[in-house]
């Protein structure tokens, strides 16, 4: 009974895993594909998580915790343990994995209908959902590394969903790739902790850490090799490039792995490394996520495919939740997470919507060369997706910063945080300017793309009269997720619209100190941020209204005429509508070089070693074969083999005639037998 | 101790004609006949023996046992031989060799 919540995340685990094998094997045989096999146990899924919550709401224990491990492996003195850790976070966590792969589950329902692949792309939703579990209940880091590729595996499947167009294909391999960079760095840095600690248990680990069995640069270097495979997974410049390309999945993807969960598991594997970080650790950690922050933020303004703009933002939104980690903050990050998981899904449903139906209205009109998710072909589509246009609403005030939705909350938090870090250490001032600024852009082009795409007049006007509201499976999730993205559920049980001060999160999800010695304490960087706190919901206010006000006057009221400004911004502009040349630069001064490396190597290889080495390696092996097989077909087989055959040969011709099968003769020998032995005996 | 001498001469002689028969008539009935007197050689012993060797009756019990087999043997080896006279026409056990092909 009291691993209680063990059993029930086991079944939360493997239920998506055992829909994976079944839609894999028979999907194709089943009725409708085998879909309401995945959306069952999602489903189901689902209820046990909510269950747990409801549980975790009702225990109110901020020191909850159960864990269950088993040795892996067993060599000696060198065993591994495995194991399941279900705290707070996890519960939260698993909530949110099973909520919005619930919710795309449904939408892809109608997104994916008639796809070819249609049962196999639930077969990879399902080995998703149990890999991002695997890395949630993970209480070690080699089970989360295993989970971690098998993330990284269900990512590219599904990113290549569509593998006949060149682009996902590339964009299937672009990802894989880049996460390898980054993954190389997490097991450095697994590796590192393991060799000074011995065990890859959390616990153990912090404890370890504690105790000083590691400590200073070795230890600053495990934690950021740990967090170079975060930065991968979460795509933090500089391995943001392959998120934006990610979009070539198909959407209800894009919103669960590439917006809400599995992006976020670089931030869930941050917090959950939080004590072991160093004080330079941790300001890598910031810098590196505030300047995302801002990079990405700069890119999304010029972005004109509306994926790619809600790409972009969620690169954006992901160095938001690290700079908290890097600024101590790091239960405001997993705050982050979770509104931000909630509204980005519903944006990138939103903009599934959208796309679905300009698909659907070019098709029509055989239109195959207009792009369905460019904004400019947009325009007016307010009052013909009324639903999808109020819950996209919803998420963009949220994501903007706007007071009564959830993003202000959380986004509060982390600014908070970050200007109290610059507060108590001025040098770093630049981590709240990244921060604001950022919050600043996130506004504009938020609203810019919002206008683009609902208001004005239509830019293909001949669409127009086919654009219609996505079906019920589709603006269902919307409905859902929109309505999460209201900051009434974070604040409960009180109600007080501009503080999570007090409310269930606050209370359950309790900051504990990092256990490496030099980090401030859990207690005096809560009060740091309580005190930033007033001023940081200032300025962050500030910021979200100018911004908005910036893309009201420019894309609704058309007061400040884009073009002027996009001519007197001259490069920049150009800059970041090509997302600064990331692309043109890696492939010129990375894959060119390391191209033309292996192309090189590759000549040595076959030139020489091949032709001389190995060849030559072949005609002596054949000359000597030829040897050895004369002698054993001359010598062995002729004289030795068959020499024994033939002996046998003759001595059987000779005994057969003793044989005849005559009773008579038998009895003949067995009397000459017995008068010879008697005759012996007489001697 | 003469007497002794005298049965087991006999039971020799008898023996060794059984012998003889088996080994050189090839009509069925006629082997069987020979194994009959080898039967009954080893009979004429066990009571010799049992008279002479003071055993008792012992020798007689055997003897009336050897008797019994000898009659279910006749019995067995009459069958097969008639099953061999119905498949091949002939009791010539020199013809009945069809295994060795």
Known sequence: ?683 | MQELNTYLFVAAILFSLGVFGVMTRRNGIAILMGVELILNAANINFVAFSRFGGMNIDGHIFALFVIVLAAAEAAVALAIIINIYNNMNTINVDEASALKE
């Open chain 1, 1 to 683: 009974m009291e691993n209680i919540f063990i059993n029930y995340s086991l079944f939360i685990l493997f239920l998506p895993l055992a829909a994976f094998v079944i839609q894999i094997f028979f999907g194709k045989r089943l009725p409708r594909q085998g879909d309401w096999v995945s959306v069952g146990a999602i489903i189901i899924t689902l209820i046990l998580s909510i269950a747990m919550f409801v549980a975790m709401l009702l225990g109110d224990d901020p020191a909850f915790k159960q864990e269950a491990s088993f040795t892996w492996l067993d060599m000696g003195a060198f065993s591994i343990q495995l194991g399941f850790l279900v705290d707070n976070i996890t519960v939260i966590m698993l909530l949110v994995v099973s909520l919005i792969s619930t919710c795309t589950h449904i939408f892809s329902l109608k997104y994916l209908e008639g796809d070819i692949r249609y049962s196999r792309y639930f077969a990879y939703l399902g080995l998703f959902t149990f890999s991002m579990n695997g890395i949630v209940l993970s209480n070690n880091l080699i089970s989360m590394y295993m989970s971690w590729e098998l993330v990284g595996v269900s990512s590219y499947l599904l990113i290549g969903h569509w593998f006949e167009k060149d682009s996902a294909a590339n964009a299937a391999k672009k990802a894989f790739l880049t996460n390898r960079v980054g993954d190389i760095g997490f097991f450095i840095g697994i590796m590192l902790i393991y060799t000074a600690i011995g065990s890859f248990v959390f616990d153990d680990i912090f404890e370890g850490v504690s105790t000083g069995m590691i400590s200073g640069t070795t230890l600053t270097l495990a934690g950021v090799g740990l967090f170079f495979g975060a930065m991968g997974k979460s795509s933090q410049f500089p391995l943001h490039i392959w998120l934006p390309d990610a979009m070539e999945g198909p959407t209800p993807v894009s919103a669960l792995m590439h917006a809400a969960t599995m992006v976020a598991a670089g931030v869930y594997l941050t917090i959950r490394i939080f004590p072991l970080l160093t004080p330079d650790a941790l300001l890598i950690v910031a810098y590196v996520g505030g300047f995302t922050a801002l990079f990405a933020s700069t890119i999304a303004i010029t972005q004109n495919d509306i994926k790619k703009v809600l790409a972009y933002s969620t690169v954006s939104q992901l160095g938001y939740m690290i700079l908290a980690v890097g600024t101590g903050v790091y239960t405001a990050a997993f705050f982050h997470l979770l509104t931000h998981a909630m509204f980005k899904a519903n944006l990138f449903y939103g903009s599934g919507s959208v796309i679905h139906s300009m698909h659907h209205a070019l098709h029509k009109k055989h239109d195959h060369e207009s792009d369905p998710q460019d904004m400019r072909n947009m325009g007016g589509f307010r009052d013909k997706m009324p639903i999808t246009y109020w819950s996209m609403l919803i998420s963009t005030l949220a994501i903007a910063g706007v007071p009564l939705f959830s993003g202000f909350l959380s986004k509060d938090a982390i600014l908070a945080g970050s200007l109290s870090f610059a507060q108590q250490h001025p040098q770093h001032f630049l981590l709240p300017v990244f921060g604001f600024g950022a919050a600043a852009i996130t506004a504009f082009y938020m609203f810019r793309m919002m206008f683009m795409t609902f208001h004005g007049k239509p830019q293909m006007p001949e669409l127009i009269d086919d654009i219609h509201e996505s079906p019920k499976e589709m603006t269902g999730p919307l409905v859902l997720l929109g309505t999460l993205s209201v900051s009434i559920w974070y604040i409960l049980p009180h109600f007080n619209p501009i503080s999570t001060h007090g409310s269930w999160f606050t209370s359950l999800v309790q900051p504990v100190t990092a256990v490496v010695p030099g980090n401030l304490s859990a207690h005096s960087i809560e009060e740091g941020a309580h005190h930033a706190h007033n001023l940081a919901m200032g300025i962050s206010i500030g910021v979200a209204a100018l911004g908005i006000g910036l893309a009201v006057l420019m894309y609704l009221k058309k007061v400040l005429s884009a073009e002027t400004w996009r001519n007197r911004a001259g490069f920049m502009y150009d800059w970041s509508l090509n997302k600064y040349y990331f692309d043109e630069n890696y492939d010129k001064y990375l894959y060119q070089p390391t191209l033309r490396l292996a192309n090189k190597i590759a000549w040595i290889d076959w030139e020489l070693y091949d032709k001389y080495f190995i060849n030559g390696f072949g005609h002596v092996t054949n000359w000597a074969s030829r040897v050895a097989g004369k002698f054993d077909y001359d010598i062995i087989d002729q004289i030795l083999v068959d020499g024994l055959g033939r002996i046998v040969d003759n001595i059987g011709n000779i005994i057969k005639k003793f044989q005849t099968g005559k009773l008579q003769n038998y009895l003949l020998y067995v009397t000459a037998g017995v008068i010879i032995l008697m005759i012996i005996q007489s001697f």
